[in-house]
T-cell receptor, first 111, second 112 residues
Framework: GEDVEQSLFLSVREGDSSVINCTYT??????LYWYKQEPGAGLQLLTYIFSNMDMKQDQRLTVLLNKKDKHLSLRIADTQTGDSAIYFC???????????FGRGTSLIVHP | DVKVTQSSRYLVKRTGEKVFLECVQD?????MFWYRQDPGLGLRLIYFSYDVKMKEKGDIPEGYSVSREKKERFSLILESASTNQTSMYLC???????????FGDGTRLSIL
């Protein structure tokens, strides 16, 4: 079946930029999403991008999509301790109700 | 903003009990989903529903059933709870088709 891969951990210093990467295999992906999960909570939709876009910016968040390489990234500028969480990448193709989620990247922000 | 509300944040039940987890969304979404989340296994889809009274099995439906009598409410039922069903349960909804999912805060269920 289709697959979404993410690295498990990322550690950054407060104030630096964080870049979380994701690769996917489904060439018919329509939407690609980023979710944030804080400890003990559900998943919060951070942002999403349509597959016909290359980039989307929303305040400190920048999403880049390389459709040729099936690579998605989430850049968080000026990373804060409150950004420490697990970040999930997900994709869905146009004919489906069901997204495919990655396993999540645990972002650790240290002073 | 979309609001998905799960009835309990924490729940403790005993082996063999019938357990009901409730989920309500307030945005007239067509699709609703139940996942469980376990360390190292990511999110696994249990059941989903794309319309009232309609349900479809996900990847791990064994030991679970669901009910969707009204559009806004999607219930997950553990017919006879077992210890291997101890997990974090997440409900989600989406408007229709490939629209993004919105999640509730989760229910951490412990079966003793």
């Amino acid at each position: 079946g289709e697959d979404v891969e993410q690295s498990l951990f990322l550690s950054v210093r407060e104030g630096d930029s964080s870049v979380i990467n994701c690769t996917y295999t489904d060439s018919s992906s329509t939407y690609l999403y980023w979710y944030k999960q804080e400890p003990g909570a559900g998943l919060q939709l951070l942002t999403y991008i349509f597959s016909n876009m290359d980039m989307k910016q929303d305040q400190r968040l920048t999403v880049l999509l390389n459709k040729k390489d099936k690579h998605l990234s989430l850049r968080i500028a000026d990373t804060q301790t409150g950004d420490s969480a697990i970040y999930f990448c997900a994709e869905i193709s146009g004919g489906s109700y069901i997204p495919t989620f990655g396993r999540g990247t645990s972002l650790i922000v240290h002073p | 903003d979309v609001k998905v509300t799960q009835s309990s944040r924490y729940l403790v039940k005993r082996t063999g009990e019938k357990v009901f987890l409730e989920c309500v969304q307030d945005m007239d979404h067509e699709n609703m989903f139940w996942y469980r989340q376990d360390p190292g296994l990511g999110l696994r889809l249990i059941y989903f529903s794309y319309d009232v009274k309609m349900k479809e099995k996900g990847d791990i439906p064994e030991g679970y059933s669901v009910s969707r009598e009204k559009k806004e409410r999607f219930s997950l039922i553990l017919e006879s709870a077992s210890t291997n069903q101890t997990s974090m349960y997440l409900c989600a909804s989406s408007l229709a088709g490939a629209q993004p999912q919105h999640f509730g805060d989760g229910t951490r269920l412990s079966i003793l």
